[in-house]
Structure formats: structure tokens, C-alpha cells
């Protein structure tokens, strides 16, 4: 590792590793570090990733990290009404379940062949400044505590945000802006291989459950509930158990592995940049708040975030004012379906279980070609009236 | 400051990313609790596992 580079990026996600590509692409000096020995592992993640994410985020598709193709989507009510997006109707939106500690090694490979310097085992411990300027950062690698100057980091330490909160970056989030997660990898189980399930209401209060298939008999099976709603540590893993033992296709499941996690499920955040500092992906909290997607988010935002490091680099420009150029490139493709699915959200977490049955009975019926809040809008005006009224601050 | 139970916890972050004081770090294997916790509870109420109690020394 060298003693100085322009720009650190701290974190080997998806987010990270995008970001130092770009930077490095555009001739900025590189270094990325990861704090856990294997870039990809241990994976948290529902490893879903729709194929019009995948498009925008330029990601360039490595057969390696699929595990299996899906036919579409279905969103299943508390009564057992069923809501399917299938890909003849909604092509993008429908995608893969990958192989994540794979997908993330694929991107770290692409940032190192750009000429990034990747360094495993080593975490970020605090910001160095003088003069009141960041000038570098204290990491221990492998061990070894030491100082790598740099001019601009990237914080793509995901959920768990220190840097930016070293920074001063307001990343905090309110308890209703947090899902609390887990999720089992099971097998021998009887599963959909090509769609994807999520299933709304009480059985996941504020969340949900996925099954997001990776071969014929194997899926992640997974639950978050909102924050705000739970009373209890262990809480999630109890609705998840309770779950999984009552349904009879998975009565004879056996686990292969069990993760847990954070998801930020907020409006965007006002700002995700400081002088020298730029975040990007979950660190900038940047997931989907409707389906806790953040994988293409965080690909998205590494590459806007890395291709402005670069060009600041070479103007000499690492001031806040000049990084509102990557907040206008992420925010023109994210911000608004973000804020939109944040209002969606905060809806969601208050129906009852009744008005699932209704609303996911009513987008069978009616369906919609293209699924958006203004089409639900509209079903709701024309086939329960009643309900509008619940959803008007939506409009 | 909480507990962490090290048989529980699945060194998934959640709790350090939701901490308000930013008063826990989460090296590989282990949390590390600062003085700047609050004793909030809230850590301990949203862990997916179980696996922090609140109020320790």
C-alpha cells in the first residue's frame, strides 16, 4: 500500500467497488479497502436485482453470478390474494437472484483491473485532518495500524455509515426509516423456481417476507419488520420462525445459513456530501424504502460519485460546491422514486391486513400493465372509492 | 451500555448503523460499545437476533 493516493474509497460492496472503477477509469490515484478478509462474504442480502436496475446502473452481466433467471413477481395478501408481475408485462422490473459474494468479487475485479489498489482485512478507523481539512485516514491493515493520506474519500461503508458520520454527514435515520432484518437460506423446500414472493401484513408488522428463489428446491427466506413496530430483540427471527413452521411447503426445510441486517427505508437524505467526502449507495441510504432494493442504487451512485472524484481530482476541486455535481446525477435518477416509495411506505406500514386483501385483490383484477402508485391511484378511484380517502396523501 | 451476547450475534451492523450517539463499532467479530451511549434501549429492542441486552456496566 502506498503512503498517499488522490481518493480512498472505503468499502468493497457493490457501491464501493463501482466507485473506485470510475475513479480510477478517470485517472485518479485509487485505494480501496475492505475490512472483512474475503470482499463479498459474509453476505447480508436478499441477493434480488431487477434486470431495468441492472440496465441503468450499467452493470455489466457476468453469467457467474446468477443463480437463477426469474419469470416475474408475486405479491401475496394476508387472505391469500395474489398479485403477479410477470415479465411479458413488466420486463424490467423482473430480474435475477445472484450469487452476491460472487457479484461483488466480479465488481472489485473490474475496479482492480481499472488500476484501484484493493486492500483486504483493513477497516477504516477515523478521519485525519489539519487545519480543519481532511488529509487522510487512520485504517488498520491486516493488523498493522497506519495513515494513508488522500484528498477525497468515499464512504461506501454501507448500513452501518461511519464515515460519514466522521465527516459530519447527518446519515441518522428515524426508527420508522429502519427495517429490521432476517433472513434464512433454506433448502428442501417446495419453491417457485422463477418468480419471486413477497408477502405483506400482519405476519411481518411494517415489513415483509420474501422467498427469493435460488435453484428448484432452495431459497432465501426472508423478513424485516419496522423498527417502530417491534418490542422486543429477536423479534424478526421469532415472526420469521413462526412463520416458516406454518407453512406447509417448507415442513421439511433445513437451513444452509442464517444472516441478518439493517435496511434504511427513509426519504432521501438532504445532503450525502461534505468538503472531500462523498457517499454513496447504503451508506448514503439510498435502498428502495418499498422493496429494500439497494444493489443497483449503490452501483449507480459508486459510478456518478467515482467519475466526479476523478474530475476533481483533476481540477483541484474537492469542495462541497463543486460535489453537488454527483448529488444532481444521483438524485436526477433516483430522488424522486425514492421520496415517492418512502410516502408509499409509510402508507404500507399502516394497513390493515383487510385492506391488503382488498388492494392486492384489486391490482389482480385490474392488471396493470405498469405498476406505479399513481396506477394503484386509479384502480382504487374507480373500484373502492371507500378507500381513496386513505391514500390521498399520496396523491 | 449493552451486553452482547457473542453466541447470539450475527455481526450483522444493524444496531451500529441505528445506534442515534454512534456509540457502537463493529470490529469483524465483536461490538465495542463507547461513552457515549445513552442507554436508549434502542439497539437492544431492534436486534434481529436477540443477541444485545440492555443496561450492563
Known amino acids: 500500500m502506498d503512503k498517499e493516493y488522490d481518493v480512498i474509497v472505503v468499502g468493497a460492496g457493490p457501491g464501493g467497488s463501482t466507485a473506485a472503477r470510475y475513479a480510477a477509469m478517470g485517472g485518479a490515484k485509487t485505494l480501496l479497502i475492505e475490512k472483512r478478509q474475503e470482499i463479498g462474504t459474509h453476505v447480508r442480502c436478499g441477493e434480488g436485482l431487477a434486470r431495468g436496475l441492472l440496465d441503468q446502473a450499467k452493470i455489466p452481466i457476468d453469467r457467474t453470478w446468477i443463480a437463477a433467471e426469474m419469470d416475474g413477481a408475486r405479491v401475496i395478501s394476508p387472505g391469500g390474494f395474489t398479485f403477479e408481475v410477470d415479465e411479458a408485462k413488466a420486463g424490467n422490473e423482473v430480474g435475477y437472484v445472484i450469487e452476491r459474494d460472487l457479484f461483488d468479487r466480479a465488481l472489485a475485479k473490474l475496479a482492480g483491473e481499472a488500476g484501484a489498489h484493493i486492500y483486504i482485512k483493513t477497516a477504516a478507523r477515523s478521519i485525519i485532518k489539519e487545519n480543519g481539512k481532511i488529509v487522510g485516514l487512520k485504517i488498520i491493515s491486516q493488523g498493522e495500524p497506519m495513515e494513508v493520506r488522500c484528498k477525497i474519500i468515499i464512504g461506501a461503508d454501507g448500513y452501518e455509515s461511519q464515515v460519514g458520520r466522521w465527516a459530519g454527514i447527518d446519515t441518522n435515520l428515524a426508527e420508522s426509516d429502519i427495517m429490521t432484518c432476517v433472513q434464512y437460506r433454506l433448502t428442501n423446500i417446495e419453491v417457485d423456481p422463477k418468480y419471486t414472493e413477497f408477502y405483506a401484513g400482519s405476519s411481518a408488522p411494517g415489513g415483509y417476507i420474501w422467498i427469493f428463489p435460488k435453484s428448484a428446491n432452495t431459497a432465501n427466506v426472508g423478513l424485516g419488520l419496522g423498527a417502530h413496530i417491534v418490542k422486543e430483540g429477536g423479534d424478526p427471527k421469532r415472526y420469521l420462525d413462526a412463520w416458516i413452521a406454518k407453512n406447509p411447503k417448507m415442513k421439511n426445510a433445513q437451513q444452509l445459513d442464517m444472516i441478518a441486517g439493517g435496511c434504511s427505508i427513509n426519504a432521501p437524505l438532504d445532503s450525502v456530501v461534505c468538503d472531500q467526502v462523498m457517499l454513496v449507495g447504503d451508506a448514503a441510504r439510498m435502498i428502495d424504502p418499498m422493496t429494500g432494493g439497494g444493489i443497483a442504487h449503490a452501483c449507480l451512485s459508486g459510478m456518478e460519485a467515482g467519475k466526479v472524484a476523478a474530475e476533481a481530482i483533476k481540477l483541484g476541486d474537492y469542495s462541497k460546491e463543486f460535489f453537488q455535481k454527483y448529488e444532481k446525477a444521483w438524485r436526477s435518477e433516483l430522488e424522486e422514486k425514492l421520496f415517492r416509495n418512502w410516502m408509499a411506505k409509510e402508507k404500507a406500514m399502516t394497513l390493515s391486513d383487510e385492506t391488503f386483501d382488498t388492494l392486492i385483490s384489486l391490482l389482480d383484477k385490474v392488471g396493470m400493465d405498469n405498476i406505479s402508485v399513481i396506477n394503484i391511484l386509479k384502480a382504487l378511484h374507480e373500484h373502492h372509492p371507500e378507500l381513496l380517502k386513505e391514500f390521498e396523501d399520496l396523491l | ?57
Do not use: W, Y
Not at chain 2, 9 to 27: E, K, M, R, T, Y
Open chain 2, 1 to 57: 451500555m449493552p451486553v452482547e451476547n457473542v453466541n447470539k450475534c450475527l455481526h450483522c451492523g444493524l444496531c451500529v448503523g441505528s445506534c442515534p450517539q454512534n456509540a457502537i463499532f463493529l470490529n469483524e467479530v465483536r461490538l465495542d460499545f463507547n461513552d457515549d451511549c445513552i442507554e436508549c434501549g434502542l439497539c437492544s429492542r431492534i436486534c434481529p437476533v436477540g443477541a444485545l441486552t440492555p443496561g450492563g456496566k
